[in-house]
Protein backbone atom coordinates (compact mmCIF):
# COMPACT_ATOMS: atom_id res chain seq x y z
CA UNK A 1 0.00 0.00 0.00
CA UNK A 2 1.41 3.56 -1.29
CA UNK A 3 1.76 5.69 2.02
CA UNK A 4 0.25 9.70 1.38
CA UNK A 5 2.57 10.76 4.09
CA UNK A 6 4.19 13.43 2.34
CA UNK A 7 1.05 13.88 -0.42
CA UNK A 8 2.13 16.93 -2.37
CA UNK A 9 5.46 18.13 -0.93
CA UNK A 10 7.95 18.88 -2.94
CA UNK A 11 11.45 17.61 -1.58
CA UNK A 12 14.62 18.51 -3.50
CA UNK A 13 16.99 15.71 -3.56
CA UNK A 14 21.07 16.38 -4.11
CA UNK A 15 21.98 12.93 -4.20
CA UNK A 16 23.73 11.32 -7.56
CA UNK A 17 24.56 8.20 -7.46
CA UNK A 18 21.15 6.92 -5.87
CA UNK A 19 19.19 9.67 -7.18
CA UNK A 20 16.23 7.18 -8.22
CA UNK A 21 16.85 5.18 -5.37
CA UNK A 22 15.55 7.76 -3.20
CA UNK A 23 13.42 9.37 -4.97
CA UNK A 24 11.27 6.49 -5.21
CA UNK A 25 11.03 6.22 -2.01
CA UNK A 26 9.90 9.63 -1.10
CA UNK A 27 7.71 9.06 -3.92
CA UNK A 28 5.79 6.30 -2.58
CA UNK A 29 5.19 8.53 0.20
CA UNK A 30 3.12 10.43 -1.99
CA UNK A 31 6.06 13.28 -2.12
CA UNK A 32 6.79 14.78 -5.57
CA UNK A 33 10.68 15.05 -5.79
CA UNK A 34 13.17 17.97 -7.11
CA UNK A 35 16.14 15.56 -8.27
CA UNK A 36 19.14 18.15 -7.90
CA UNK A 37 21.98 16.11 -8.13
CA UNK A 38 25.10 18.53 -6.95
CA UNK A 39 27.91 15.55 -6.72
CA UNK A 40 28.88 12.94 -8.27
CA UNK A 41 31.23 9.92 -7.63
CA UNK A 42 34.15 9.46 -9.40
CA UNK A 43 36.95 6.72 -9.23
CA UNK A 44 40.59 8.24 -8.54
CA UNK A 45 41.71 9.77 -11.64
CA UNK A 46 45.55 8.20 -11.07
CA UNK A 47 44.58 4.09 -10.12
CA UNK A 48 48.85 3.91 -10.09
CA UNK A 49 48.96 5.17 -6.13
CA UNK A 50 45.33 2.96 -5.21
CA UNK A 51 46.77 0.02 -7.35
CA UNK A 52 50.16 0.24 -4.67
CA UNK A 53 48.20 0.51 -1.90
CA UNK A 54 46.69 -2.41 -2.45
CA UNK A 55 49.54 -4.75 -3.57
CA UNK A 56 51.16 -3.62 -0.12
CA UNK A 57 47.88 -4.22 1.23
CA UNK A 58 47.78 -7.75 -0.14
CA UNK A 59 51.18 -9.16 0.83
CA UNK A 60 50.28 -7.96 4.78
CA UNK A 61 51.33 -4.46 4.63
CA UNK A 62 49.02 -3.39 7.65
CA UNK A 63 48.22 -4.59 11.09
CA UNK A 64 44.27 -2.53 11.06
CA UNK A 65 42.36 -1.31 8.37
CA UNK A 66 39.97 1.65 8.93
CA UNK A 67 37.22 1.76 6.36
CA UNK A 68 35.74 5.43 6.15
CA UNK A 69 32.78 4.59 3.85
CA UNK A 70 31.19 2.04 2.15
CA UNK A 71 31.89 3.27 -1.07
CA UNK A 72 35.72 3.59 -0.77
CA UNK A 73 35.87 -0.61 0.06
CA UNK A 74 33.75 -1.10 -3.37
CA UNK A 75 35.93 1.00 -5.06
CA UNK A 76 39.05 -0.66 -4.23
CA UNK A 77 37.18 -3.91 -5.39
CA UNK A 78 36.29 -2.00 -8.53
CA UNK A 79 40.20 -0.94 -9.22
CA UNK A 80 41.10 -4.39 -8.80
CA UNK A 81 39.22 -5.67 -11.04
CA UNK A 82 39.88 -3.41 -13.67
CA UNK A 83 43.51 -3.43 -13.33
CA UNK A 84 45.21 -6.12 -11.68
CA UNK A 85 41.81 -8.85 -11.32
CA UNK A 86 44.75 -11.35 -10.44
CA UNK A 87 45.14 -9.81 -7.09
CA UNK A 88 41.91 -10.52 -5.87
CA UNK A 89 42.21 -13.32 -3.55
CA UNK A 90 45.52 -12.12 -2.26
CA UNK A 91 43.59 -8.87 -0.99
CA UNK A 92 40.90 -11.00 0.09
CA UNK A 93 42.97 -13.08 2.20
CA UNK A 94 44.81 -10.59 3.58
CA UNK A 95 41.01 -8.07 4.54
CA UNK A 96 40.01 -11.27 6.61
CA UNK A 97 43.07 -11.75 8.44
CA UNK A 98 43.50 -7.85 8.98
CA UNK A 99 41.66 -6.18 12.01
CA UNK A 100 38.81 -4.00 10.54
CA UNK A 101 37.01 -1.03 12.08
CA UNK A 102 34.47 0.76 10.09
CA UNK A 103 32.84 3.55 10.45
CA UNK A 104 29.38 3.42 10.35
CA UNK A 105 26.78 0.91 9.02
CA UNK A 106 27.74 1.50 5.48
CA UNK A 107 31.54 0.00 5.00
CA UNK A 108 30.01 -2.67 7.61
CA UNK A 109 27.35 -3.30 4.80
CA UNK A 110 30.18 -3.25 2.18
CA UNK A 111 32.08 -5.69 4.12
CA UNK A 112 29.17 -8.54 4.09
CA UNK A 113 29.09 -8.23 0.72
CA UNK A 114 32.13 -9.62 0.41
CA UNK A 115 31.55 -12.66 3.04
CA UNK A 116 33.34 -10.97 6.07
CA UNK A 117 32.33 -8.42 8.91
CA UNK A 118 34.05 -5.59 10.97
CA UNK A 119 35.83 -6.29 14.28
CA UNK A 120 35.64 -3.19 15.62
CA UNK A 121 32.83 -0.64 15.02
CA UNK A 122 32.60 3.12 15.74
CA UNK A 123 29.45 3.36 18.17
CA UNK A 124 28.94 6.88 16.48
CA UNK A 125 29.83 7.15 12.39
CA UNK A 126 31.96 9.92 12.87
CA UNK A 127 35.84 10.28 13.02
CA UNK A 128 34.99 10.83 16.76
CA UNK A 129 33.25 8.16 17.49
CA UNK A 130 36.50 5.67 15.23
CA UNK A 131 38.85 7.69 17.82
CA UNK A 132 36.97 6.57 20.52
CA UNK A 133 37.08 2.88 19.15
CA UNK A 134 40.87 2.79 18.19
CA UNK A 135 41.77 4.48 21.69
CA UNK A 136 41.30 1.14 23.69
CA UNK A 137 44.36 -0.50 21.01
CA UNK A 138 47.63 -0.43 21.76
CA UNK A 139 48.97 0.55 18.15
CA UNK A 140 52.45 1.53 18.75
CA UNK A 141 54.51 -0.01 15.75
CA UNK A 142 51.23 -1.02 14.14
CA UNK A 143 51.00 -0.14 10.16
CA UNK A 144 47.22 0.98 10.06
CA UNK A 145 45.80 1.55 6.79
CA UNK A 146 42.87 4.71 6.31
CA UNK A 147 40.49 4.20 3.90
CA UNK A 148 39.58 8.22 2.90
CA UNK A 149 36.52 9.30 1.66
CA UNK A 150 37.01 11.58 -1.37
CA UNK A 151 40.32 13.66 -1.35
CA UNK A 152 39.67 14.77 2.12
CA UNK A 153 42.68 13.43 4.84
CA UNK A 154 41.29 13.37 7.72
CA UNK A 155 44.24 15.29 9.73
CA UNK A 156 42.36 14.85 12.89
CA UNK A 157 42.38 10.99 12.58
CA UNK A 158 45.88 10.70 10.50
CA UNK A 159 47.21 12.93 13.98
CA UNK A 160 45.52 10.37 16.18
CA UNK A 161 47.31 7.73 15.15
CA UNK A 162 50.74 8.89 14.30
CA UNK A 163 50.26 10.47 18.68
CA UNK A 164 49.41 6.66 19.40
CA UNK A 165 52.49 5.01 17.80
CA UNK A 166 51.09 3.91 14.49
CA UNK A 167 52.30 4.15 11.12
CA UNK A 168 49.37 5.78 8.61
CA UNK A 169 49.01 4.18 5.35
CA UNK A 170 46.03 6.00 3.89
CA UNK A 171 44.42 5.36 0.24
CA UNK A 172 42.00 7.67 -1.86
CA UNK A 173 40.35 5.24 -3.89
CA UNK A 174 37.73 7.85 -5.48
CA UNK A 175 37.01 11.90 -5.48
CA UNK A 176 33.78 13.96 -5.66
CA UNK A 177 33.27 15.86 -8.73
CA UNK A 178 30.82 18.29 -10.05
CA UNK A 179 27.44 16.12 -10.54
CA UNK A 180 25.51 19.49 -12.82
CA UNK A 181 26.93 23.02 -13.43
CA UNK A 182 27.12 26.26 -11.40
CA UNK A 183 24.22 27.68 -12.93
CA UNK A 184 21.64 24.76 -11.75
CA UNK A 185 22.81 25.09 -8.25
CA UNK A 186 22.25 28.43 -8.03
CA UNK A 187 18.40 27.80 -10.08
CA UNK A 188 18.31 25.14 -7.03
CA UNK A 189 19.09 27.91 -4.13
CA UNK A 190 16.79 30.61 -5.87
CA UNK A 191 13.68 27.65 -5.63
CA UNK A 192 14.87 26.84 -2.23
CA UNK A 193 14.55 30.74 -1.25
CA UNK A 194 11.07 31.33 -3.13
CA UNK A 195 9.99 28.78 -0.36
CA UNK A 196 8.52 26.80 -2.85
CA UNK A 197 9.97 23.84 -1.69
CA UNK A 198 8.68 22.03 1.49
CA UNK A 199 12.33 20.13 2.29
CA UNK A 200 16.17 19.74 1.15
CA UNK A 201 17.39 16.35 2.07
CA UNK A 202 21.21 15.78 2.05
CA UNK A 203 22.87 12.90 2.14
CA UNK A 204 27.00 13.79 1.88
CA UNK A 205 28.94 16.31 3.54
CA UNK A 206 29.79 17.19 -0.36
CA UNK A 207 26.70 18.34 -1.16
CA UNK A 208 26.96 20.80 1.32
CA UNK A 209 30.39 22.09 0.63
CA UNK A 210 28.67 22.17 -3.13
CA UNK A 211 26.21 24.57 -2.68
CA UNK A 212 28.42 26.96 0.04
CA UNK A 213 31.26 26.70 -3.19
CA UNK A 214 28.75 28.02 -5.30
CA UNK A 215 27.49 30.75 -3.89
CA UNK A 216 28.07 33.19 -0.85
CA UNK A 217 27.57 31.76 2.60
CA UNK A 218 25.24 34.22 3.91
CA UNK A 219 22.63 33.37 0.56
CA UNK A 220 23.10 29.63 0.75
CA UNK A 221 22.17 30.21 4.51
CA UNK A 222 18.95 32.62 3.32
CA UNK A 223 17.64 29.67 0.95
CA UNK A 224 18.11 26.84 3.46
CA UNK A 225 16.13 29.13 6.01
CA UNK A 226 13.40 29.03 3.80
CA UNK A 227 12.95 24.76 3.62
CA UNK A 228 13.31 22.53 6.00
CA UNK A 229 16.77 20.42 5.86
CA UNK A 230 17.19 16.84 6.69
CA UNK A 231 20.30 15.07 7.10
CA UNK A 232 21.08 11.34 6.59
CA UNK A 233 23.17 11.48 9.57
CA UNK A 234 25.50 12.94 12.38
CA UNK A 235 28.44 13.65 10.31
CA UNK A 236 25.83 16.03 7.19
CA UNK A 237 24.01 17.15 9.91
CA UNK A 238 27.21 18.58 11.56
CA UNK A 239 28.65 20.07 8.55
CA UNK A 240 25.24 21.78 8.16
CA UNK A 241 25.27 23.01 11.54
CA UNK A 242 29.54 24.10 11.49
CA UNK A 243 27.72 26.60 8.52
CA UNK A 244 24.90 27.98 10.62
CA UNK A 245 22.29 25.82 9.00
CA UNK A 246 19.16 24.39 11.49
CA UNK A 247 18.43 20.48 10.47
CA UNK A 248 15.08 20.22 11.03
CA UNK A 249 15.43 16.30 10.87
CA UNK A 250 17.66 13.21 11.13
CA UNK A 251 17.39 9.78 11.46
CA UNK A 252 18.04 8.79 15.20
CA UNK A 253 20.77 5.42 14.68
CA UNK A 254 20.28 4.04 11.31
CA UNK A 255 22.13 6.55 8.50
CA UNK A 256 20.45 5.39 5.06
CA UNK A 257 18.06 6.71 2.55
CA UNK A 258 15.01 4.61 3.85
CA UNK A 259 15.17 6.15 7.74
CA UNK A 260 15.26 9.31 6.05
CA UNK A 261 12.65 9.06 4.15
CA UNK A 262 10.45 8.09 7.32
CA UNK A 263 12.02 11.04 9.24
CA UNK A 264 10.56 13.68 6.32
CA UNK A 265 7.32 11.69 6.36
CA UNK A 266 7.13 12.36 10.17
CA UNK A 267 8.64 15.82 9.70
CA UNK A 268 6.04 16.85 7.03
CA UNK A 269 3.01 14.59 7.22
CA UNK A 270 0.51 16.85 9.38
CA UNK A 271 0.26 20.35 8.55
CA UNK A 272 2.53 22.76 7.56
CA UNK A 273 5.74 23.17 9.15
CA UNK A 274 7.26 26.11 10.00
CA UNK A 275 10.65 27.47 8.38
CA UNK A 276 13.21 28.04 10.65
CA UNK A 277 14.48 31.31 11.01
CA UNK A 278 18.03 32.48 9.30
CA UNK A 279 20.88 31.59 11.33
CA UNK A 280 23.46 33.65 12.01
CA UNK A 281 27.03 32.62 11.26
Known amino acids: MISSA ?16 FSALLERRG ?4 RAPLVAILDAPDPRPVLQWLRDFSTGGCDELVLLTGEGLRRLMSCLERHEPALRGAFLAALASTRKITRGPKPARALRELGLSADLAAATPTTAGVMAALSGLDLARHRVGVQLYGQEPNLALQNFLRAAGAEVRT ?15 LALLARL ?9 FTSKAQVSRLFAVAPAAAVREAL ?3 QVAAVGPVVAAE ?3 RGVAVSAQPESTWFMKPLAAELAQLLGGAAVPRAPPAQA
Open 193 to 201: ATGEVDAIA
Open 6 to 21: LQDRLIAVPEARELDL
Open 225 to 227: AAT
Open 240 to 242: LSA
Open 171 to 185: VAPYVYADASDDAAV
Open 31 to 34: ARVL
